[in-house]
């Protein structure tokens, strides 16, 4: 058991405040606290680094673009299925 569980201060309010801490939407303050409770709660700190993780990946999805066979593709369907609904 961590020390977090064992003090019942690792809830759902303290993963929201995680969120806004990776996000730097926190004062200064904050940011200390929160900085410091990583650095001694293996259970915040894994729940943190699985976060930076997810962005990253969703970070990197959001730059490749898609290849232009399949939007010219996608926008013959369109096409196609606004042709049809027209008659």
């Known amino acids: 058991m961590s020390d977090c ?6 809830d759902d309010a303290r993963i ?3 969120y806004e801490y990776l ?8 940011l ?3 900085k ?9 700190a894994r729940e943190h680094d699985l976060e930076c993780v ?4 969703v970070k ?18 369109i096409n196609q299925i606004q042709a049809a609904a027209d008659h």
């Open 54 to 57: 997810i962005r990253s990946v």
């Open 23 to 30: 996000d730097g939407a926190l004062s200064h303050e904050d």
């Open 60 to 77: 990197r999805s959001c730059t490749e673009a898609a290849p232009q066979t399949l939007k010219a593709g996608i926008l013959a369907r």
């Open 5 to 10: 569980q064992r003090l019942g201060d690792c």
């Open 36 to 44: 410091e409770h990583l650095e001694g709660c293996t259970e915040c």
């Open 32 to 34: 200390v606290e929160i």
């Open 16 to 18: 929201e405040r995680l």
